[in-house]
């Protein structure tokens, strides 16, 4: 994505803030709404153009249907002031979100319910104008998906509300662990903006690129401000975390990769921003869905309930209890906690074979109520726990301090056959950014610090392994003095049972000796007694002295 794009789009979100729309997921939002409505009216021209073509044959319904044509973005764009902002409140919005229910359901859903909350008329058409002069169609699926990911970035400097993304060096390594592929049916039960559901779309269609390409975690704009190439960069600096992306040449089937999406958020704003988000990417079929996955009456249909998935993923909300009536009765854990019945939802929903990745707080991994401690022994006896990786603290500052973990495991396709035997840990010290400095609302880049690539390099071999050898060395073992600290180390089923299923890290790190002296004991033993007699000719000496002004 080019500068003067960027320009444009902080031009918009700078114009929105002064017009008085100051939360960032309420700005995107109105802009998702605007680029949706463009994006429709230039795929009517191109199904106009093709019905034309086929003399009125072949799949070339209208959105926009004879008297309704005065909806689209190419009729009303040219209006202004109050008549401008009235129609697309009073008209435009409520067609889309009521008329097209039964033609194009994806379409209805996205606006069911959306209000138009740029209310300055001028601030409205400055925004319109600035995208009118974009011409989506023409623009590739990453320039395309550049953009919003770039909106989203506004989310990365505020938490309002409590919504913030998970960084992208994190949800990276997290997609690389479980790894998706085509066929594979993707969930996201708590899914936000649709960040790991965009990167597992990723992770695919690189594997089904002729020519991926190699980006930093920091984006393809960070090597134009060093003025380097990729090569120059990770010459430099050798841990440097990347991920691959790519055009999907390869893909077989892009309908199936489409229809393998699935996402699920308790916000209606996020299902939106999550949806176009998707759509700007080339995903517009993705099941995508506002519901509350812990509860009863949370929107989940039978359908949804029964279905499991070969792929999750998730960063879900740490905080909260729900009162014990809502609770899904099929969840694996009595708790009232968001965090354990985020887990046993995820746990309840994993196909056999498939695999999961999710962000847990600290606390969940040694907790003593009864409920921690079941809900652990059922990940650890009657699942296959492949990894637990401690992140640093910093990672999801400034909105949170809470010390985090990734638990990385997969459903047994039977119960009777174990082939892990141990649980591996991995303590990521450094993520790529500071871990105590705020600047500009985020953390500064440290790229010559960041743990993750060797993670994921200790990963592949263990992978490679068939899980059977575990990277590093095993819980107890006492490392010679002057060794290394050791970032990786495993404990064995029986250790982690014996332990209470506790699965903090820490508990099981294996301790560096320390080096034996080798000076003479008798020397040693003749410098303290010479230490205590000067301590005790001082104390002899102060005594006199406090006697003689008495």
């Given at each position: 994505?080019?500068?003067?794009?960027?320009?444009?789009?902080?031009?918009?979100?700078?114009?929105?803030?002064?017009?008085?729309?100051?939360?960032?997921?309420?700005?995107?939002?109105?802009?998702?709404?605007?680029?949706?409505?463009?994006?429709?009216?230039?795929?009517?021209?191109?199904?106009?153009?093709?019905?034309?073509?086929?003399?009125?044959?072949?799949?070339?319904?209208?959105?926009?249907?004879?008297?309704?044509?005065?909806?689209?973005?190419?009729?009303?764009?040219?209006?202004?002031?109050?008549?401008?902002?009235?129609?697309?409140?009073?008209?435009?919005?409520?067609?889309?979100?009521?008329?097209?229910?039964?033609?194009?359901?994806?379409?209805?859903?996205?606006?069911?319910?959306?209000?138009?909350?740029?209310?300055?008329?001028?601030?409205?058409?400055?925004?319109?104008?600035?995208?009118?002069?974009?011409?989506?169609?023409?623009?590739?699926?990453?320039?395309?998906?550049?953009?919003?990911?770039?909106?989203?970035?506004?989310?990365?400097?505020?938490?309002?509300?409590?919504?913030?993304?998970?960084?992208?060096?994190?949800?990276?390594?997290?997609?690389?662990?479980?790894?998706?592929?085509?066929?594979?049916?993707?969930?996201?039960?708590?899914?936000?903006?649709?960040?790991?559901?965009?990167?597992?779309?990723?992770?695919?269609?690189?594997?089904?690129?002729?020519?991926?390409?190699?980006?930093?975690?920091?984006?393809?704009?960070?090597?134009?401000?060093?003025?380097?190439?990729?090569?120059?960069?990770?010459?430099?600096?050798?841990?440097?975390?990347?991920?691959?992306?790519?055009?999907?040449?390869?893909?077989?089937?892009?309908?199936?990769?489409?229809?393998?999406?699935?996402?699920?958020?308790?916000?209606?704003?996020?299902?939106?921003?999550?949806?176009?988000?998707?759509?700007?990417?080339?995903?517009?079929?993705?099941?995508?869905?506002?519901?509350?996955v812990l509860s009863e009456l949370g929107g989940l249909t039978e359908d949804?309930?029964?279905?499991?998935?070969?792929?999750?993923?998730?960063?879900?909300?740490?905080?909260?209890?729900?009162?014990?009536?809502?609770?899904?009765?099929?969840?694996?854990?009595?708790?009232?906690?968001?965090?354990?019945?985020?887990?046993?939802?995820?746990?309840?929903?994993?196909?056999?074979?498939?695999?999961?990745?999710?962000?847990?707080?600290?606390?969940?991994?040694?907790?003593?109520?009864?409920?921690?401690?079941?809900?652990?022994?059922?990940?650890?006896?009657?699942?296959?726990?492949?990894?637990?990786?401690?992140?640093?603290?910093?990672?999801?500052?400034?909105?949170?301090?809470?010390?985090?973990?990734?638990?990385?495991?997969?459903?047994?396709?039977?119960?009777?056959?174990?082939?892990?035997?141990?649980?591996?840990?991995?303590?990521?010290?450094?993520?790529?950014?500071?871990?105590?400095?705020?600047?500009?609302?985020?953390?500064?880049?440290?790229?010559?610090?960041?743990?993750?690539?060797?993670?994921?390099?200790?990963?592949?071999?263990?992978?490679?392994?068939?899980?059977?050898?575990?990277?590093?060395?095993?819980?107890?073992?006492?490392?010679?003095?002057?060794?290394?600290?050791?970032?990786?180390?495993?404990?064995?089923?029986?250790?982690?049972?014996?332990?209470?299923?506790?699965?903090?890290?820490?508990?099981?790190?294996?301790?560096?000796?320390?080096?034996?002296?080798?000076?003479?004991?008798?020397?040693?033993?003749?410098?303290?007694?010479?230490?205590?007699?000067?301590?005790?000719?001082?104390?002899?000496?102060?005594?006199?002295?406090?006697?003689?002004?008495?």
């Amino acid at each position: 994505m080019d500068l003067e794009l960027r320009r444009k789009l902080d031009g918009l979100t700078d114009t929105l803030w002064a017009g008085g729309i100051t939360n960032p997921v309420t700005y995107i939002e109105q802009i998702s709404y605007l680029i949706y409505l463009k994006l429709l009216d230039e795929e009517e021209s191109q199904r106009e153009l093709r019905a034309r073509l086929m003399g009125g044959n072949g799949n070339a319904t209208l959105l926009f249907p004879q008297q309704a044509e005065r909806y689209r973005w190419s009729k009303w764009r040219f209006k202004s002031g109050i008549d401008l902002r009235d129609f697309l409140r009073d008209e435009v919005f409520p067609y889309m979100g009521n008329s097209l229910v039964k033609d194009e359901p994806r379409v209805a859903e996205y606006f069911r319910d959306a209000v138009l909350e740029i209310t300055d008329p001028n601030v409205l058409k400055t925004v319109i104008d600035e995208l009118d002069s974009l011409e989506l169609s023409k623009l590739g699926q990453d320039i395309k998906g550049d953009i919003f990911e770039y909106l989203l970035t506004h989310l990365g400097q505020s938490a309002l509300n409590g919504q913030f993304r998970t960084p992208r060096q994190i949800r990276a390594f997290m997609v690389e662990m479980v790894d998706p592929d085509l066929g594979d049916t993707i969930c996201d039960l708590a899914m936000g903006t649709g960040g790991f559901i965009i990167d597992s779309v990723d992770y695919i269609l690189a594997k089904y690129s002729e020519k991926p390409i190699e980006v930093p975690i920091y984006g393809e704009d960070w090597l134009d401000k060093r003025a380097q190439s990729l090569a120059a960069a990770k010459q430099e600096i050798p841990n440097l975390q990347t991920y691959r992306k790519g055009n999907g040449d390869r893909l077989p089937d892009w309908k199936l990769l489409e229809q393998s999406i699935y996402g699920f958020d308790v916000s209606r704003q996020m299902m939106r921003i999550a949806m176009m988000n998707l759509v700007l990417h080339g995903i517009r079929n993705a099941k995508i869905k506002q519901a509350n996955v812990l509860s009863e009456l949370g929107g989940l249909t039978e359908d949804d309930l029964r279905r499991r998935y070969k792929v999750m993923l998730a960063n879900p909300p740490f905080a909260g209890t729900l009162p014990k009536d809502s609770i899904r009765e099929d969840l694996p854990t009595k708790s009232k906690k968001s965090e354990l019945l985020f887990l046993a939802a995820m746990m309840n929903s994993l196909a056999p074979g498939g695999r999961c990745a999710v962000v847990v707080p600290e606390g969940l991994l040694f907790g003593s109520t009864g409920a921690h401690v079941d809900l652990r022994r059922q990940l650890v006896m009657d699942f296959e726990l492949l990894a637990v990786v401690s992140l640093p603290a910093g990672v999801f500052k400034p909105y949170t301090g809470v010390k985090t973990a990734v638990l990385v495991f997969r459903k047994l396709p039977d119960v009777t056959v174990r082939r892990v035997n141990q649980v591996w840990f991995y303590e990521v010290r450094n993520d790529g950014y500071d871990p105590d400095k705020i600047t500009g609302g985020g953390r500064p880049e440290t790229p010559d610090l960041n743990d993750i690539p060797r993670l994921l390099q200790q990963w592949r071999v263990y992978r490679e392994s068939g899980f059977a050898e575990p990277p590093g060395v095993e819980t107890g073992t006492l490392l010679q003095p002057g060794s290394e600290d050791p970032c990786s180390w495993w404990a064995s089923l029986a250790a982690v049972a014996q332990n209470d299923y506790n699965l903090a890290a820490g508990r099981y790190k294996p301790q560096v000796t320390e080096a034996v002296s080798e000076d003479d004991p008798v020397e040693l033993i003749r410098e303290v007694l010479q230490l205590e007699r000067e301590i005790a000719a001082g104390l002899e000496k102060l005594l006199r002295d406090v006697e003689g002004v008495g």
